[in-house]
Nanobody, 122 residues
């Protein structure tokens, strides 16, 4: 069983910063991709940023230059540094990983965190 524990959400004023963390634990041999998604009220869940095991990153155009994704492979943890926050960044942020449970398998599994709420006031 693999679990993701997210932290770092909260209420912040526009222009402020927050840092989200997501720690994975359980039967993990290796993690390929780690992602952050978000879902605002009444909207579909969208990919915010992703990072591969080698450190390659991608992010949504709406957060480029403001958000930075990083990971600590030794801790199985992914971070999302969010700067210059805007009210439209208000959403529940979800961590998502793609992992293998053992060396001998070629099957990757996906797991989601429970979400952490980020509220940006104007």
């Amino acid at each position: 069983q693999v679990q993701l524990v997210e932290s770092g959400g909260g209420l912040v004023q526009a222009g402020g910063s927050l840092r989200l963390s997501c720690a994975a634990s359980g039967s993990i041999f290796s993690i390929n991709i780690m992602n952050w998604y978000r879902q605002a009220p009444g909207k579909q869940r969208e990919l915010v940023a992703g990072i591969t095991s080698g450190g390659s990153t991608n992010c949504a155009d709406s957060v480029k230059g403001r958000f930075t994704i990083s990971r600590d492979n030794a801790k199985n943890t992914v971070y999302l540094q969010m700067n210059s926050l805007k009210p439209e960044d208000t959403a529940v942020y979800y961590c998502n990983i793609n992992y293998k449970s053992s060396y001998s398998t070629n099957t990757y599994f996906e797991v989601w965190g429970q979400g952490t709420l980020v509220t940006v006031s104007s």
